[in-house]
């Protein structure tokens, strides 16, 4: 068995282990060159993103294993095996992004991005030019309530407030008070004190929360985008900030990536941007590998992998 391993992320302990519990013979592709002269001959490939031209000549690739949740430009290239079964690491970021998460939402709650900047120009303010909030008594709705959308809420449940999930199928959750389809997000708008989104990027999810939407939220809401950036246009969430129709934004996805430099997001003092980096953690390629020997349990078995199995109609 041939693996192509791509994820710059691995290193030499990394592929030891790897070759160690897979018994194949792997292959390293960690530039666009060797990824291109081994994806031919690669039975398996285990990696993130990776060029359309690696994918086209990927011909004997029978599964791909990717590190990450989101998968759309994968799905976007022709494979070079149509046939290909792709698997992604739904699952490794949850708790890492669920505590980003809690952190804008404390960051603004405290105004300790206000206080940062006056730290660095030696200013002492004790009433920032914000409302103080707290958790307690808020309701915070979490707009794709899957692993990381849960993890969020479990971790909110400690806080003393209301959580309300959304997601293309609703199952009850102990950690949420109602979880609903994507279609009564609209009618709940009004009663979020917070907005997290957590959505993948599909047709159906790019400008789902848009002027209309924003505009229907309290004027104190804070939103919170950890999922995809163009799931909220960028100029409907500029407006939005400028005419107060929302407090502020925590940003970890924009749209476009990155962020250009004359963006005015970069200047609104009620922005925390950062950049798409919610997910590092040292714990990241520990959980990707744990879903990666699972499913080449399941491969060498049955000739399939079986854990988080990618529907390329839905993309995700």
Not at 74 to 86: C, D, F, H, K, Y
Not at 120 to 131: D, H, N, T
């Amino acid at each position: 068995m041939r693996l192509l391993v791509t994820w710059k992320g691995f290193r030499d302990a990394d592929l030891g282990l790897i070759k160690e519990t897979t018994g194949a013979t792997v292959l390293t592709g960690f530039t666009e060159e060797e990824a291109l002269k081994w994806a031919p001959e690669a039975d398996v490939i285990l990696g993130g993103y990776l060029s359309a031209q690696v994918l086209a000549s990927a011909v004997n690739c029978r599964w791909m294993q990717s590190p990450f949740a989101g998968v759309e430009k994968i799905l976007q290239a022709e494979w070079g095996n149509p046939r290909m079964v792709l698997t992604n690491g739904r699952g490794v970021f949850g708790p890492n992004i669920a505590e980003h998460v809690l952190g804008f939402i404390l960051s603004f709650n405290r105004g300790l991005h206000l206080a940062r900047d006056n730290q660095a120009q030696r200013i002492w303010q004790p009433r920032l030019p914000i409302r103080f909030g707290e958790l307690t008594d808020s309701t915070v709705g979490i707009l794709g309530f899957g692993d990381i959308g849960s993890q969020v809420a479990k971790r909110l449940s400690g806080f003393d407030c209301e959580v309300v999930g959304f997601r293309q199928h609703p199952t009850e959750s102990p950690y949420a008070q109602a979880v609903y389809g994507l279609d009564r997000f609209a009618e709940c708008l009004g009663d979020l004190d917070y907005l997290v989104c957590a959505l993948p990027e599909t047709e159906t999810t790019i400008g789902l929360v848009n002027r209309d939407h924003l505009r229907q939220l309290p004027r104190h809401a804070i939103v919170i985008n950890v999922g995809r950036g163009s799931l909220i246009p960028s100029e409907d969430l500029i407006l939005a900030l400028q005419e107060g129709w929302i407090a502020g934004a925590g940003l970890d996805v924009t749209d476009p990536e990155p962020l250009p430099a004359d963006s005015p997001l970069w200047g609104m003092p009620n922005v925390i941007i950062t950049p798409h980096n919610s997910g590092s953690t040292t714990f990241l390629k520990q959980r990707a590998l744990q879903i990666f020997f699972a499913n080449w349990k399941h491969f060498c078995q049955t000739g399939l992998p079986q854990v988080n199995v990618v529907r390329r109609d839905l993309g995700y």
